[in-house]
Each structure stands twice: as structure tokens, then as C-alpha cells.
């Protein structure tokens, strides 16, 4: 993306034809076209490398975790693996980083969790630029603990989070910060850390939701300052599983659900019951492969996976920025297309725009991108309710096109030439 800053980078943009090859997906053909996927935002395409370490896993390790024989043993290192591997996504520790089914049911888990912490009176503060999965968790934690719901506005003229009123919103009763990182609908990036620094200054713990985020930046939850973050592996070229990073002293301290014979000790006492343990070597896979982006930056540099990890999204960055900044240009070149989310500078974005076609409506321009032209992008409003409707967007919402590491120039003129052609009412092969 697009989502990291301009910094001077000795990465070099990888090849996307080598890493195109790697994504049996990508040879598959549709009305006569090679499939354009330009829905990444709701999930990626895997690469071969984590199909097979899922394969891999069922087919010769499969086991349930901590006994004593081997297949079992591997397990367990299939799992202490993913930890180190998420925690290097993130810049965590190990001990800090807990699996389970997605984002939601992970978000809904520490809701859970942090309930005791909430008396009647208290505040939660949300954002209105927000997936709902970091909205209703804490909807219903507040009305369950008779607490009240302070809910941040976005500025309609930048579709950025306006700070004079989450500045007002936080104050001596707020308990907890829920906040996104990057908004699966607009793209828009927001500064977590500033708000981390006003949540803690009045003692709050703050939640980042970052899944439309790690895709695309590298994520560094100590310079978040957050307490606790969130993401998706099968937004980043991963098997569908979710991530929870959480400080190793709340992770052990909070009252988790957890089964008695289960274990004590953090993180595994949020795992309840038993983990998707071939999505969790499928996510060491995305992660390295993740890392692989952004080769080698020569002799006597840095090659850990962090550090490989680091110049991989400055390399997807320098490639993706002025892919999306074409794609902008042309999608804004269209009479009758109307954009929403802030246009592509130097600013922190990720490469995802929501569009719509006046006097089409957004279920049929998606079903023509896909029948005409080959170009798989979804339509609705993503669970981005309310920005949904601050905006006005109604019935088949938007249609939204996101980048991922595998688009390519020729996919963003097919999808800008498709776009005007629904536009201008003509069929696209007419
Ligand atoms: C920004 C954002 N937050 C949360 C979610 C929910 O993630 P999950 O499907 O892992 O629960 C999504 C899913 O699209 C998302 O884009």
C-alpha cells in the first residue's frame, strides 16, 4: 500500500509476474477473461505455499495438541510457529498472541472479558468509520453494563475521523477505545497511536481494529500504544482464522472464558477449545510468504522476518501507490461515477476505493464486471453500517475495489475501461 509512510527504502518492487505464479487462482478464466480479484479487502487469494502447509498438516501431523507423541508434538509446534510468526507481523511477543475463529468472534470474546472492568455510568468510545465487528461488540457490553456508547464522527468532506469530537468523546469515565486502523469501506487510514495517547492519558484501555490494515502496512502494536488489536489472516493471503494480540499482563489478568482443565496461562486461556491448527500453519506460511515480498536487500542486512517483513510492505507500497493513484485517476475520470473516501496522496491510505455508478444500481455493475469483463469486485455496504449511512448509501451499497499484492496495471485498465462502459450504457464487448 499505500498505507506506509514515504520513507527512503532499499526494497526493490517484487516482480509480480514471480509472484502471480505463486497463486493458482490467478489462472482462472471467466466469460473468456483471466479473473481479475479486486476483492482483497474481503479476503485474498492463498498462495501455494499455504495451501500446501495446510495440506501438509492434515494429511501428516494431525493431531490434538500437548500429548506425548510426535504427530502431537508437532502440533504443538505448529503452534508455537504461528505465535512467533504473528507476533513478528506485529511486533509483539509470542505469549501475547492468541488464535481463534475471526476477528469478530475474537472481539466479541474480550468483550466478554473486559465486562467486569465496566459499571453502569462508565463510556465506551467507538468510531463511526467502524466494521461492524468493532461496533456491536461494544454496543452490547454497554448496554449489558448499563454503560454509555460516545461514537466519534467522521468528517464527510476528508472521510478521515474528525478529532475535535473524539477528543470530546474521551474523557474521565471512558473505560475502553475501540478504533479502526484503516476503514474497510473508504481506505481511510487513522492514527491509532494519537488516539491511543488520549484514551491512556484518562486510564482507558484501547482496542485497534486493524484487519483492513496488516494487509497493508506494516502494524507495530507497541508504536500503536494499543492494549489490544485484532486482525484476519485471510485478508493477507491467508486460511481464515483470526488473530488477537493482547498485553501478555491483560491477557493473563482478565477474566477470559475458559474451561477449567484448560490451560491457565496466557494466551492459550483464550483459546477455548480446540484451535484450527491447520490454518495456523497455513498462517506461517502467509506470514513468510508475506516476508519473501520483499526479497533480499544484500549482504550484512537485516534478515529477520521482521525486517524482511518491513521491506516487503515498503516494496508493495513503492508498486501499489501509483497502481491505486491511476486507478483513482480513472474511476474520477468517469462521468457518472461517484467516489468515496479521500483522493491518494502522500498521505497513509490503504488501496481501496467504493464507488458508485449513477442510475445503476451496484448489484448489477458488479455482476457485469464480473459476466463482461472478467472482474470480480463486490458490492454492499461491508458491514461499514454506519458510514453506509452517514453517506447516504443505500440498496446494493457501493462496489468496492481493493488492491492486493498480485494486482497488476493491465487489471486496473480492464476494471476503469468496465466501469465506463456500464457508465456510458454500452455493453462492454459491444
Ligand atoms: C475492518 C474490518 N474489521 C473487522 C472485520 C471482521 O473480520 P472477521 O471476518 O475476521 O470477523 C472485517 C471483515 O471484513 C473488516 O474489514
Known amino acids: 500500500m499505500t498505507v506506509a509512510a514515504v520513507r527512503p527504502s532499499t526494497a526493490s518492487a517484487p516482480d509480480v509476474d514471480e509472484i502471480r505464479a505463486q497463486f493458482p487462482a490467478l ?14 479487502p474481503g479476503g485474498t487469494q492463498v498462495p501455494q505455499s499455504v495451501a500446501d502447509a495446510t495440506r501438509d498438516y492434515l494429511l501428516h501431523h494431525n493431531a490434538n495438541s500437548h500429548w506425548a507423541y510426535p504427530t502431537s508434538l508437532e502440533t504443538d509446534a505448529i503452534i508455537d510457529a504461528a505465535r512467533a510468526a504473528a507476533a513478528d507481523l506485529l ?34 468510545v467507538i468510531t463511526e468509520l467502524d466494521h461492524h465487528g468493532n461496533v456491536a461488540p461494544w454496543t452490547r457490553l ?18 478521515s475521523l474528525d478529532w475535535s469530537d473524539l477528543e470530546q468523546a474521551i474523557g474521565p469515565r471512558t473505560k475502553l477505545v475501540a ?28 482496542f485497534v481494529d486493524a484487519v483492513a490494515y496488516v494487509p497493508h502496512a506494516l502494524t507495530d502494536v507497541e508504536a500503536m ?45 483464550w483459546e477455548t477449545g480446540t484451535l484450527n491448527f491447520e490454518a495456523l500453519a497455513g498462517t506461517t506460511a502467509a506470514i513468510d510468504f508475506m516476508a519473501s515480498l520483499g526479497g533480499s536487500a544484500g549482504f550484512g542486512t537485516d534478515d529477520s522476518r521482521r525486517a524482511r517483513l518491513a521491506r516487503a510492505y515498503d516494496a508493495l507500497h513503492a508498486r501499489s501507490a501509483p497502481l491505486f493513484a491511476s486507478l483513482w485517476r ?22 481501496t476505493v467504493s464507488f458508485l455508478v449513477e442510475g445503476v444500481d451496484s448489484h448489477t455493475v458488479a455482476t457485469r464486471l464480473a459476466s463482461e469483463a472478467g472482474v470480480f469486485a463486490p458490492n454492499g455496504i461491508f458491514y461499514a453500517a454506519t458510514i453506509a449511512d452517514r453517506l447516504g448509501v443505500t440498496g446494493s451499497g457501493w462496489v468496492r475495489a481493493g488492491f492486493a499484492c498480485y494486482t497488476t496495471e493491465e487489471e486496473v485498465e480492464r476494471l476503469v475501461s468496465a466501469v465506463r462502459t456500464i457508465a456510458t450504457g454500452a455493453g462492454v464487448r459491444s
Open 330 to 351: 480513472g474511476l474520477a475520470s468517469i462521468p457518472g461515477v461517484v467516489l468515496h473516501g479521500a483522493p491518494p496522496t502522500d498521505a497513509p491510505r490503504s488501496p
Open 142 to 159: 454497554a448496554a449489558e453494563r448499563g454503560a454509555v456508547i460516545r461514537m466519534a464522527r467522521m468528517r464527510t468532506d476528508t472521510y
Open 91 to 124: 511486533n509483539a511477543s509470542p505469549n501475547e498472541v492468541a488464535f481463534g475463529a475471526n476477528m469478530t468472534s475474537l472481539a466479541f470474546s474480550l468483550s466478554r472479558a473486559l465486562a467486569p472492568t465496566i459499571s453502569p455510568g462508565d463510556e465506551i
Open 27 to 40: 489462472e482462472r478464466v471467466h466469460g473468456g477473461d483471466r479473473v481479475a480479484y479486486f476483492d482483497g
Open 225 to 269: 500504544g494499543c492494549d489490544f488489536l485484532a486482525c484476519s489472516t485471510y485478508k493477507f493471503y491467508g486460511p481464515h482464522l483470526g488473530v488477537l494480540y493482547g498485553r501478555h499482563e491483560l491477557l493473563t489478568r482478565l477474566d477470559c472464558a475458559k474451561l477449567a482443565p484448560a490451560p491457565a496461562h496466557a494466551p492459550d486461556r
Open 179 to 206: 478504533i479502526g486502523a484503516a476503514s474497510n469501506a473508504l481506505g481511510t487510514v487513522t492514527d491509532v497511536a494519537r488516539a491511543a495517547a488520549l484514551a491512556h492519558a484518562q486510564g482507558a484501555h484501547v
